[in-house]
Nanobody
Framework: QVQLVESGGGLVQAGGSLRLDCAAS????????IGWFRQTHGKEREFVAA????????RYADFVQGRFTISRDNAKNTAYLQMKSLKPEDTTVYYC????????????????WGQGTQVTASS
């Protein structure tokens, strides 16, 4: 069973950049699909991006529009979400998640979740 811990969130001005890290422990990280989601209070968790176990394939939500990049370093048991050109509407809590079976774009496809990290892009 893998444990996930996100970090790297914070406050930036609109147009700025942040990199979120998702550090994994307790499992074979290189076997998991990794996804990033975000959730605004009162709304369903929204898919942002996902990456295959070897990093060779990625998927993105339409709203990303080339601004975000998902990557991973299996030697460091860490996945990343590089975010550029942040907008005020990107402000929310971001979560990473892991799945052993599915290259999923919905939260039901993931078995393990981190605790989330807050991203705030001020206008």
């Amino acid at each position: 069973q893998v444990q996930l811990v996100e970090s790297g969130g914070g406050l930036v001005q609109a147009g700025g950049s942040l990199r979120l890290d998702c550090a994994a422990s307790g499992g074979s990280f290189s076997r998991y699909f990794i996804g990033w989601f975000r959730q605004t209070h009162g709304k369903e968790r929204e898919f942002v991006a996902a990456i295959s176990p070897n990093g060779g394939n990625t998927r993105y939500a339409d709203f990303v529009q080339g601004r975000f990049t998902i990557s991973r370093d299996n030697a460091k048991n860490t996945a990343y979400l590089q975010m550029k050109s942040l907008k005020p509407e990107d402000t929310t809590v971001y979560y990473c998640a892991a799945s052993q079976r599915y290259f999923a774009t919905t939260m039901t496809g993931y078995e393990y979740w981190g605790q989330g990290t807050q991203v705030t892009a001020s206008s």
